[in-house]
């Protein structure tokens, strides 16, 4: 018997982890990306920690490995486009690309400017670098 995915996400980020917490009724779930081991474990709401930075999410497009190490791709915005034998069908249009590392400083000029293509391609320039996250 199939499972159906949660609704409602919420994405908690501290410096050492990502957590994604399933906030649907009676969801106890959260799953937990260690950001410098990559290590992703099953958790549940009290191993959030209250320092945690939180925001909703749609869900997790996947990780990517670019020049600067591993990033984790969110979906931050999402439209719906049609039912199919009743289940909903969502388009993903807005996404975050989320640096498992702290900070950039290890990278060079020109590795810098690769990543910001890298993270750009595609969107037609629409990307915004903060240093830790990246906004597409």
């Not at 950001?35 to 749609?58: C, G, M, Q």
């Not at 009743?86 to 000029?109: E, G, I, N, Q, R």
């Amino acid at each position: 018997m199939a499972t159906a995915a949660y609704e409602q996400l919420k994405l908690h980020i501290t410096p050492e982890k990502f957590y994604v917490e399933a906030c649907d009724d009676g969801a106890d779930d959260v799953l937990t990306i260690d950001r410098v081991s990559t290590e992703v474990t099953l958790a549940v709401k009290k191993d959030v920690p209250p320092s945690a930075v939180t925001r909703p999410i749609f869900g997790i497009l996947g990780t990517i490995h670019l020049v600067a190490g591993n990033y984790l791709i969110v979906i931050t915005k999402k439209i719906k486009v049609g039912e199919f034998f009743s289940h909903v069908v969502w388009k993903a249009t807005d996404f975050d690309v989320l640096s498992y590392k702290k900070t950039m400083l290890h990278l060079t000029d020109i590795q810098i400017q690769f990543l910001n293509y890298a993270i750009s391609y595609g969107e037609k320039g629409k990307q915004k670098c903060t240093g830790t996250q990246h906004q597409i």
